[in-house]
């Protein structure tokens, strides 16, 4: 099969597209003619050798953490899906940016989503669900959220005002439209923050969310006042000094099936900045690595 893979860490040049051995479903797995994958921050962060004390690659490795394509074969032990069923969701820890591809957790693509914007979900859906989960009941609540125009804080902000929160995202003027078409009251980073919140929010913060790469985790635990309310996708140094709550996707199918529910009622719709193909790997990763937005590479 054709693969994006790379033989030794770096920068996004190390990346190439050749032929590599296919991968086959295994007990609770299905694999998936991949239409699309998205680059997400971690993919950038393991190709680059960041963590591989922590997580240690097999290379060359493959890129990649979710995809979206057509079931072809299924594992052992799996009867939700059959073989033909479009799906998206998420495989291991890099292993995706290729003709086909394992995944261990999964959902049916809800009518509405673009290929692309399917490949934008699966990653960035757990990862929000996962802090909603985390910071339960928020009907009524009014919710922070650092970096709301990312993929990961503008899911969470669809998650949040299905559940019936008021959400208040900072992001870039520019991205304030945007927001706002959410259903977002937005407001921008920096200092000054906790007075722009207070004008926007004279009753206070419920809750917040730290989805940017941004060092204002402390001004957030500042403004909501409690450590178990505040909650952190981006800073692990952070949260330990600060006693607060570090969120880490996870591979479950409940989450995934979640946000696909939440995608049928046009509650939920992944943003998705920059279509490339595979052969623009190195661009495309090199897009992700400036924070650009949302970067999905499209299968032939």
Do not use: C
């Amino acid at each position: 099969m054709r693969a994006a893979r790379f033989h030794a860490y770096g920068p996004p040049d190390v990346l190439v597209i050749e032929d590599a051995p296919e991968p086959h479903a295994s007990e609770g797995s299905i694999r998936i003619k991949v239409h699309a994958t998205s680059v997400n921050p971690i993919d950038v962060i393991v190709r680059a050798g960041h963590l591989d004390q922590f997580l240690p690659l097999t290379l060359p490795a493959i890129p990649g953490r979710d995809a979206v394509g057509v079931v072809d074969e299924l594992g052992p032990g799996v009867t939700d899906t059959q073989v033909g069923d479009v799906v998206f969701g998420l495989g291991g820890v890099s292993d995706t940016t290729a003709e086909f591809a394992i995944l261990t957790a999964w959902s049916p693509v809800p009518e509405g989503w673009s290929t692309a914007q399917a490949a934008a979900a699966g990653l960035a859906s757990v990862t929000a669900a996962g802090v909603i989960e985390a910071l339960g009941d928020l009907s009524g609540r009014t919710f922070l959220i650092e970096g709301a125009s990312g993929a990961v804080g503008s899911a969470a902000a669809a998650f949040a005002l299905a559940a019936g929160a008021t959400v208040i995202g900072t992001g870039r003027e520019s991205n304030h439209p945007y927001l706002e078409s959410l259903g977002i009251l937005p407001t921008t980073y920096g200092p000054g923050l906790a007075e722009r919140v207070a004008v926007l929010a004279p009753g206070g913060v419920d809750a917040a969310l730290h989805a940017a790469p941004s060092d204002s985790l402390p001004d957030l635990l500042s403004i909501v006042g409690d450590t178990s309310r505040v909650v952190t996708v981006i800073d692990d140094q952070g949260a330990a000094q600060l006693g607060i709550r570090k969120v880490d996707a996870r591979n479950d199918s409940a989450l995934l099936r979640y946000a696909a529910a939440l995608g049928r009622e046009g509650l939920y719709t992944p943003r998705v900045n920059h279509e490339l193909s595979l052969r623009d790997i190195i661009e495309a990763h090199s897009l992700a690595e400036n924070g650009v937005g949302k970067v999905v590479i499209m299968q032939p």
